[in-house]
């Protein structure tokens, strides 16, 4: 029998205070509770964060979209405000796992959790997020450092994703035919300030394409990357796709995305 400490959190100042190295907060659960069911983590302190309101909802400024850390997927994907402002988001939400997950997973939960074949990630880098947690505000290109791995440091807790309306974008992914995570997800946005390329499932970690996206800035086109090889160096190989078949894959949807803009 696993045994832990069970909190439900008032505000934002408990939930910190009550955090240490041993310690998880709960959001949706879908990532925290399977993996101490299968033994792979093990805590001592279980932190419910969903009750705390001010962590919760959707707004649309002039330039930005702004979501709670507690908004489920099937909020973003429902949201007629995100499909108006940005609607390869809520597409992207609605792309997530399955409606058990969608009705319980969180954009906060994902984006700390950091799975490198997660969809939110890529979203976060095309679309300039900014992080606000508890502390401080993050750039998404600063936030996500490596395999399920994020700059949080102890006892920060994300409060809201800012993202920046792009004058058009895409979200294409090769979802895995079980959990519909991505073999290969590319995110592209067109900004005034020049176009990201944003890769998830490919390598450990998401990342901007800075390659795809120097091209597409310079000209907003598919037939503009089509001489243009991606490396397949360090993208993952395994029994869903080889890095080279990988590296393909990446130039191909971010035509297609281009192309769906
Ligand atoms: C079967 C299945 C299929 C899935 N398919 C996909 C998919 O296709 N695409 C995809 O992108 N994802 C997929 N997921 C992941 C899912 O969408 C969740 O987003 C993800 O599991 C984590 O979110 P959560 O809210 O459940 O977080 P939790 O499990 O509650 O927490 C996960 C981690 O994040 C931390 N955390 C949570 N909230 C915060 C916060 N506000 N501030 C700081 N730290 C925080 C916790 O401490 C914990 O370490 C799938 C999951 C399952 C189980």
Known sequence: MKTFNYHSAKDVKEASKLSSS?????????????SMKLGLANYKDIINIKGIKKLSGIKVSGKTVTIGSTTKHVEVANSKEIKKAIPSLSVLAEGIGDPQVRNRGTIGGSIANNDPAADYPSACIALNAVIHTNNRKINAEKFFTGMFETCLKGGEIIESIEFTIPQKSSYQKYPNPASRYAIVGVYVAKHKSGVNVAVTGAKSCVYND?????????SFSADAINNTKVSSSGMNSDIHASADY????????????????
Do not use: D, H, Q, Y
């Open 210 to 218: 800075k390659n795809l996206s120097g091209i597409l800035s310079k």
């Open 246 to 261: 990988r590296a393909n894959m990446v130039k191909v949807f971010a035509k297609k995305a281009v192309e769906a803009c």
């Open 22 to 34: 041993k310690s998880a907060f709960l959001a949706g659960g879908m990532t925290t509770i399977p």
